[in-house]
């Protein structure tokens, strides 16, 4: 038995949703005639309160398109200085757009109103014009942390009163929903752009959406294929996601259970010298500076469990569709151990 922990990527299709997927109706999305995608991006702009949606291979072609959408080459975009865009999208924000990020020293991925007040650049010529503040639910590097909502709105007052684009890169979205019983339509009322993941918590084989309001939708078909992202008969994927929002959000639940299970575990030993809060579904934890992080992922490795390294000793686990129960006791056996 492995027990793959690296990231909620490595689910694979359940055999409904393989069902699901076999089952749909498709056709030439290139065409605008795929009547399951359809489906899929009208369900998502209906469950958020947005009139448009558009289907993406990837978050992160979804979160470079926002960007573009948001922005002209020389622009500023305010994020924290663990987001996503800015650390694992291979420089898309700069290659793609030609923009420039204003990192904030954030708490685990996350600003307040007044930080990003103080990242706004004057309005001098020889300044970048800030024109989008990103923010990323959960937070990936950030241990899953959820935002506190109210502090949400303050930010979107703030980019009304500056006339700012604001869009969230909810690749994990679904678990903040589900940990702060939440609504899409409230996520919808505040942000002018989302990204939600399908293939992450939700275990699809691939695909993301993103949605948003009409004029700032205007482009967003045509830079996903100036990206490479135009797609043919790609309802069998986006069966897989409606098949997703139907069986795999409620139990989201149960992966933050157990994430929080294993971070029970790990903090009492004795050589783990921080484990970070645990809201969701990820697990990140520091070792104890004597600790060799080399030898004890080869300890954890060599009895068929995988986990990735953050750097300087810390470590990262994440809870998913095809962590089993079965798995869930095995590991926490394993770790009292150490």
């Not at 103080?118 to 300044?127: L, M, V």
């Not at 869930?328 to 150490?338: A, P, T, V």
Request: aromatic content about 8%; glycine content about 8%.
């Amino acid at each position: 038995m492995i027990i793959d922990l690296r990231s909620d990527t490595v689910t694979k299709p359940t055999q409904g949703m393989l069902e699901a997927m076999m089952n749909a109706e498709v056709g030439d999305d290139v065409f605008d005639e795929d009547p399951t995608v359809k489906q899929l991006e009208q369900r998502l702009a209906d469950m958020f309160g947005k009139p448009r949606a558009l289907f993406f291979p990837s978050g992160s072609m979804a979160n470079q398109t926002a960007i573009k959408l948001h922005t002209n080459p020389g622009d500023q975009v305010i994020c924290d200085k663990y987001a996503h865009i800015y650390n694992y999208e291979a420089g898309g924000v700069s290659f793609n757009s030609g923009v420039s990020c204003h990192l904030i020293d954030g708490d685990r991925g996350m600003f307040t109103a007044e930080q990003a007040e103080a990242a706004i650049n004057p309005s001098a010529f020889y300044y970048s014009p800030t024109r989008l503040i990103e923010v990323e639910n959960t937070t990936n590097k950030g241990g899953g942390a959820c935002w506190d909502f109210e502090e949400l709105k303050n930010i979107r007052n703030l980019c009304n009163n500056h006339n700012l684009g604001y869009h969230l890169d909810g690749a994990r979205l679904w678990n903040a929903l589900v940990e702060k019983n939440e609504s899409p339509k409230s996520y919808g009322d505040l942000f002018d752009t989302i990204s939600v993941c399908l293939s992450k918590g939700l275990g699809c084989p691939i695909g993301s959406v993103l949605i948003g309001d009409e004029e700032i939708m205007t482009h967003s078909v045509r830079y996903r294929k100036v990206f490479g992202g135009n797609m043919r008969q790609v309802g069998y994927l986006a069966a897989a996601g409606l098949y997703a929002l139907d069986n795999h959000v409620d139990r989201l639940k149960s992966d933050h259970l157990k994430a929080k299970e294993i971070g029970n575990v790990i903090q009492e030993l004795s050589i783990i010298k921080k484990v970070e809060p645990i809201e969701t579904n990820i697990v990140i934890f520091e070792l104890e500076p004597h600790v060799d992080e080399s030898e004890f992922l080869q300890q954890l490795d060599s009895q068929n469990i995988k986990i990735i390294s953050m750097g300087s000793n810390k470590l990262r686990m994440v809870t998913h569709l095809g962590y089993t129960d079965a798995m869930h006791s095995k590991l926490l056996e394993i770790l009292s151990d150490f």
